[in-house]
């Protein structure tokens, strides 16, 4: 029986968090971005009722 290679499994574990930690970190700074620009529309609030 083989033993596990825990040393690698850390890794994928690390490369994974780090993967979608980036994502993350992307989907907000393009989310500020285009709150800055302007291009979300405002709500109004007499519409929601």
Do not use: C, H, W
Request: net charge positive; no cysteine.
């Amino acid at each position: 029986m083989a033993k596990p290679n825990y040393a690698f499994e850390k890794r994928q574990r690390d490369l994974a968090k780090k993967k979608k930690k980036d994502e993350k970190r992307q989907r907000k700074s393009e989310a500020k971005a285009e709150q800055a620009t302007g291009e979300t529309t405002p709500v109004d609030p007499a519409q929601i009722d």
